[in-house]
């Protein structure tokens, strides 16, 4: 079946037959509605059946452009004329049919004005609005008109409205939902799926509930809106409201076969009291409906930047800080050398860590939580499989606070800063050899006989031993970037001119002689 639907609606090259198909069985579902909406309402037991087909007709045509609505609209009148025609006399034939055009196209209309085509991915708010609208008002008008034209056995105007308003309230009610939010890829998921699931078992479970409350309780249809508030609780709002249509339509027929044996007397109280058993669960599947899609959306945002902060080689991890467990992302699970798996305690990665590193660690964390800090900076190391340490930086942020203020949740990065940390370590140890080298070189210059000037490239004066401060003259912190010729003149007896010429050479070129 599936292979026959992929084949014809799936196929580009089908486009023109998916389309009459797609009208066809719209017809042909419109026409069955019609049938047994008016086979119910037409028994001598005055049943109130809901008036399912022009919902799904309105909300079909407020899926189309109205330069769109011709043909559509002309199978729904033949649809409508059949089905009339096998219930009623031929006089009543075209009004029922004018009617229900009417109050369709009247619907769709008044819908794609009112909302400005919105009504599919509307809020909760407008949607409401929508069901209200729909629900309460476009049944007014024609429940009027077949009042007025159309008498019922035994049955006042007053009496013959308000059962005629009463179907068309019901059926919006249930109907306009599930029709404005269904899809073909919504039916072909639910009839794709196995038999024996959840949804068909609180299915059947409705069915059998609604039949224990008409026989034996038949003063208590609300507590028939427990199953519906399950539904609602339990699934999407796509399979809340056709629980709704099962449960409601389940009630009609049984309450049809049940006052034929004289089992119960329904009166049309009765049927007030299905709507308003509806009404609560459609709201909770609305309220619920929104709250999932928010969260779908914040768990699309949240898996979009931790898939940005992954591949830029940042880990992403989590702290519940009630339960102390920590969750990590397949990114920090792999810079850390472990499989990635459930989430772990805060007191097995404080085993993980660093002996040397702990108490800085729960330090920065203690004073980020009292609110001492803004962000939670720290650096430490991790044991790896093997026994060795990495290095890793982690930052993060209270993201999360109960009714008291208190955190509930942290949010950070993970980032291996190991080969940066080990070149650190390098620089600061040769920085440090390099000191005591200089150390011991300034130990041994001031302990020679000698005089020891050294200059710079320039040929000012940059250290000076004891000995040459004593011979000449100049105290290294007053000689300190001085030309050498201003600090060291070479003068006496004993310097020979062969001396004298290597020494002013040796400061002139800044050559060795």
């Not at 130990?443 to 320039?458: E, F, R, W, Y």
Request: charged content about 15%; hydrophobic content about 50%; some cysteine.
């Amino acid at each position: 079946m599936l292979g026959i639907y992929e084949q014809i609606f799936g196929n580009s090259d089908y486009q023109r037959l998916a389309r009459w198909l797609r009208l066809g069985l719209f017809m042909l579902a419109y026409f069955l509605l019609v049938l047994a909406g008016t086979r119910l309402s037409s028994m001598e037991d005055a049943v109130v059946a809901p008036w399912f087909a022009g919902p799904m007709a309105i909300a079909g045509l407020v899926r189309l452009h109205p330069r769109d609505w011709a043909i559509p609209m002309v199978g729904i009148l033949l649809a409508d004329v059949l089905a009339q025609y096998l219930c009623h006399t031929p006089h009543e034939v075209l009004l029922y049919t004018f009617v229900n055009g009417l109050e369709i196209l009247g619907g769709a209309f008044w819908l794609r004005w009112q909302f400005k085509g919105v009504l599919i991915t509307s809020s909760v708010s407008s949607f409401l609005s929508i069901l209200l609208i729909g629900a309460f008002l476009i049944p007014l008008i024609s429940s009027l008109m077949l009042a007025l034209t159309v008498s019922l056995p035994e049955t006042g105007f007053f009496q013959s409205w308000w059962i005629h308003y009463l179907s068309g309230c019901l059926g919006m009610l249930i109907m306009l939902p599930v029709a404005l939010k269904s899809s073909i890829g919504r039916w072909r998921e639910l009839l794709s799926s196995r038999i024996l699931n959840g949804f068909n078992a609180v299915l059947l479970l409705t069915v059998a509930v609604n039949a224990v409350i008409i026989l034996f309780f038949p003063d208590e249809v609300t507590w028939s809106i427990g199953m519906l508030l399950l539904g609602a609780l339990l699934f999407d709002f796509f399979r809340s409201t056709l629980l709704n249509i099962v449960s409601v339509s389940s009630l009609v027929v049984l309450v049809h076969f049940y006052q034929q044996d004289d089992a119960v007397h329904i009166g049309m109280f009765h049927y007030i009291t299905i709507v308003l058993t509806v009404l609560p669960a459609l709201l909770l599947a609305m309220a619920l409906h929104d709250f999932r899609r928010e969260q779908l959306r914040l768990q699309q945002s949240e898996q979009r930047w931790k898939s940005a902060l992954e591949g830029s080689g940042q880990g992403v991890w989590e702290i519940d800080l009630v339960r102390r467990q920590i969750s990590a992302s397949l990114e920090a699970h792999r810079m850390l050398g472990e499989e990635a798996g459930a989430s772990f305690s805060m007191d097995l990665w404080r085993e993980k860590t660093h002996p040397d590193d702990v108490a800085h660690v729960e330090q920065a964390l203690a004073a980020h939580i009292a609110g001492e800090t803004p962000l939670y900076v720290v650096q430490y190391r991790a044991r790896q499989k093997d026994g060795s340490y990495r290095w890793y930086q982690s930052r993060g942020k209270v993201m999360q606070f109960d009714e008291l203020d208190r955190p509930l949740q942290m949010v950070g990065t993970l980032i291996d800063i190991h080969a940066a940390r080990q070149l650190e370590l390098e620089r600061e140890q040769l920085a440090h050899d390099l000191q005591e080298e200089k150390e011991r070189l300034q130990v041994t210059l001031d302990s020679i006989g000698d005089g020891v000037i050294a200059t710079d490239m320039a040929g000012n004066v940059v250290f000076m031993n004891p000995v040459a401060e004593e011979i000449t003259g100049w105290n290294f912190s007053r000689a300190r970037q001085c030309p050498l010729q201003e600090v060291f003149h070479l003068h006496g007896p004993d310097m020979a001119p062969q001396s004298l010429e290597l020494i002013n050479t040796c400061l002139s070129r800044n050559e060795a002689v």
